[in-house]
C-alpha cells in the first residue's frame, strides 16, 4: 500500500489535494475551492439545487460530486437519470477544460442515460433540454459553455 496515498478512515483512496474550480488537483499546500462533501445524502430536490448552484458558479466538477452522491445514494430505479447528470456535468468541466473529445464523450453518454426518463422526468429533471442541451455541445465543444438548467421552470 502506497503511504503517501491519502485513505479514508475504511482505508478507500482518496485525493485530499485541493483543488481548482475545474477539478483539477494543484499542488499540496496551495489553497483550492472549496469540495463539495463526499458522501452526504440529499433529497433529489436538494441536490438538483445544489448541483444548479454549483453550475451556475462556474464549478461543473462540483457539481459532479454532489450528482455522484445522489447516483450512489438514490433508488435503483433513478440510479441511470443520477448518474446522467453526473456524466453531463463531468462533459461541462471536460469542455470548460478545453477536452473536445472527452467532453464529446461524456455528453452524449450523459444524453443517452437522462434520455431514458423521457416519458416520466422525475423531479422536474428537463430531459428533453437537457439532451438538446448535451447534443449541441458535443457536436462543437467550447470551454465558454453556459451551463444547463437542471430542470424545467415551474409552469
Do not use: I
Not at 496515498?5 to 472549496?34: C, I, Q, S, T, Y
Not at 439545487?49 to 430505479?77: M, N, T, Y
Amino acid at each position: 500500500m502506497d503511504a503517501d496515498r491519502d485513505r479514508d478512515l475504511d482505508g478507500r483512496a482518496r485525493n485530499a489535494r485541493p483543488r481548482d474550480a475545474l477539478g483539477r488537483p494543484l499542488p499540496r499546500g496551495a489553497v483550492g475551492e472549496e469540495r463539495a462533501p463526499e458522501g452526504v445524502l440529499r433529497t433529489p430536490a436538494e441536490a438538483l439545487a445544489e448541483a444548479q448552484q454549483l453550475l451556475d458558479a462556474g464549478r461543473p466538477f462540483h457539481a459532479h460530486e454532489v450528482l455522484e452522491d445522489a447516483w450512489k445514494s438514490g433508488p435503483e430505479a433513478e440510479r441511470q437519470l443520477w448518474r446522467g447528470l453526473a456524466q453531463l456535468a463531468v462533459g461541462l468541466t471536460h469542455a470548460a477544460r478545453g477536452n473536445e473529445r472527452g467532453a464529446a464523450r461524456l455528453l452524449e453518454r450523459g444524453a443517452g442515460n437522462v434520455a431514458a426518463y423521457a416519458d416520466a422526468p422525475p423531479h422536474g429533471v428537463d430531459v428533453a433540454g437537457l439532451v438538446t442541451w448535451a447534443c449541441e455541445l458535443a457536436a462543437s465543444p467550447a470551454p465558454s459553455a453556459l451551463a444547463p438548467r437542471l430542470c424545467a421552470p415551474p409552469a
